[in-house]
T-cell receptor
């Protein structure tokens, strides 16, 4: 059974800092990995999708990497802003399965 | 297309009542999923439709839960005889397919509170 772990559970940084969020998964047989953002009481907004054959994806100040063999992904946020404050969730889509398996998320607070 | 739409956004109900939620996926997406999220946890899979066929249900989906997707368009999730433990955010997602190229688009969710 696929398990996804996100470290740290919470992170507080001053505005302007670069930061890294970590995600690990136990079964490397995945189709892809998605990073989502969730604001309090809201749904999920997709940030980046990394296909299993890819090593990284970039969108603006966000860069996500994937090392499938070691079961790890990182989300790098450059020059953090208070508007980046949210919970960031990592999810994997397993090969042969249509389910997304989520981690519990990292709650990010960017202090002005 | 405005994405995945869920209604209502919030629902407060008394224990024992029945509730129904609606999800309208992205129009060209033939795959539809329901997830449940409790406080401090990641979303957990409930059920999956390919067109109008319900192909999988999680063990989390007790007999009090039923989901439909008539004509492969919108979907409804009904909870009968609600219990306090049903209080959660119910999320709907859709995708164009399954595989490396296909990501999931989620709606804003329906927050259920059972009092």
């Amino acid at each position: 059974k696929q398990e996804v772990t996100q470290i740290p559970a919470a992170l507080s940084v001053p505005e302007g800092e670069n930061l890294v969020l970590n995600c690990s998964f136990t079964d490397s047989a995945i189709y892809n990995l998605q990073w989502f953002r969730q604001d309090p009481g809201k749904g999920l907004t997709s940030l980046l999708l990394i296909q299993s054959s890819q090593r990284e994806q970039t969108s603006g100040r966000l860069n996500a990497s994937l090392d499938k063999s070691s079961g790890r992904s990182t989300l790098y946020i450059a020059a953090s802003q208070p508007g980046d404050s949210a919970t960031y969730l990592c999810a994997v889509s397993g090969a042969g399965s249509y389910q997304l398996t989520f981690g519990k998320g990292t709650k990010l607070s960017v202090i002005p | 297309d405005t994405g995945v739409s869920q209604n209502p956004r919030h629902k407060i109900t008394k224990r024992g009542q029945n509730v129904t939620f609606r999800c309208d996926p992205i129009s060209e997406h033939n795959r539809l999923y329901w997830y449940r999220q409790t406080l401090g946890q990641g979303p957990e899979f409930l059920t999956y439709f390919q067109n109008e066929a319900q192909l999988e249900k999680s063990r989390l989906l007790s007999d009090r839960f039923s989901a439909e997707r008539p004509k492969g368009s919108f979907s409804t999730l009904e909870i009968q005889r609600t219990e306090q433990g049903d209080s959660a955010m119910y999320l709907c997602a859709s995708s164009l397919g399954v595989g490396t190229n296909y990501g999931y688009t989620f709606g804003s969710g329906t927050r259920l509170t059972v009092v």
